[in-house]
């Protein structure tokens, strides 16, 4: 009986827990002009690098965007599409995507990590427009066999600036007067060796956005297992 509860309580938890991202934010299936900027697939367009639509590593309908960087340090794919989940603050906590590595990076890092810019709309003095966040989560690609990887992940966790270092995505994003009121800008960022070339494609961009509902069955779920537990030890 004990045993059955543990195992619907983890069983929910998973399958609510899984839920919590799944419609794709950035798919890449459009191409699409972004601001002033050349079309990209969802808009994406490469600041010292190229990006383009692709279907190699498409993992959620039929394209990817390919994000190709030569000779340069610290580059971007960057789209001034900015979903509605996206748009709403606060709620998200962390980017999740796909991302096929077609062959090891041969040099020692290459990272892609998060850049999110807002306007400040309620301002004292008036609105400030495109501010701009780094955060600073990186995924690290050096190191990693060629192949495809599921549902990796981006934390929003912590600002290294410039603007409001220290502080989440749901700390600086919001509706009080010195945050950013909505997002006008995503971009996925690659900061590697400057002089050895990488190649990548990404598909599947959701925004994660915990809901209280799964939250809550985590949290009965997590306490259901350490009770048992504390009984058994006890
Ligand atoms: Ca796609
Ligand atoms: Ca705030």
Redesign the pocket.
Known sequence: MRKRSICIAIMFAFVFGAAVATA?DY???VIAPSGGNPPGPDGFFGLGATVSQDVIG?T?????MKYQVGVGGFVGARTEIVPATLNNPPGVTAVMFDITIPEAYPDTFANMGVTLFGHELNAPGGPIYGQQVQFANEYAIAGKAPGTYLDQVITLDTSVGPYRPGESFNQIFGPDPTDLTVSSAFQFYINKNAVTPITVYI??VRFVVPEPATMGLLALGIGIVGAVGRRRRG
């Open positions: 794709a798919s890449f299936e498409a959620d309908l039929l394209h990817s598909d599947n």
